[in-house]
Nanobody, 124 residues
């Protein structure tokens, strides 16, 4: 059974930073991602990483967020800098295995396994 557990959420002021972590347990899928869902909105992809190397980001977080993976500990990270109020959401990590890197995209239908989420709140 694949079990994902997020941590690191919290409340910060605009311009601040947070680092989210997701323990991926023993699962060794090659495509990992972060998603978020704000109140009243659909869940949206934030970033993905393929084979711990190739990354993909949504446009409005490029240059501010960095996705990475500690392969030794099997932990997925999302470093979030220069946070904005519009980044406020519940953040989820997701995992799966895909055949090629181009299939590792921040789309919900690409992922079978999900964590329970961690809340990020950014105040102005």
């Amino acid at each position: 059974q694949v079990h994902l557990l997020e941590s690191g959420g919290g409340s910060v002021q605009a311009g601040g930073s947070l680092r989210l972590a997701c323990s991926v347990n023993t699962y060794r899928g090659n495509c990992l991602g972060w998603f978020r869902q704000a109140p009243g909105k659909e869940r949206e992809g934030v970033a993905t990483i393929f084979s711990s190397i190739l990354t993909n980001y949504r446009d409005d977080v490029k240059g501010r967020f960095t996705i990475s993976k500690d392969s030794t500990e099997n932990i997925l990270y999302l470093q979030m800098n220069d946070l904005k109020p519009e980044d406020t959401a519940m953040y989820y990590c997701a995992a799966d295995s895909v055949a090629t890197w181009d299939l590792c995209r921040p789309r919900e239908d690409q992922f079978r396994y999900w964590g329970q989420g961690t809340q990020v709140t950014v105040s102005s």
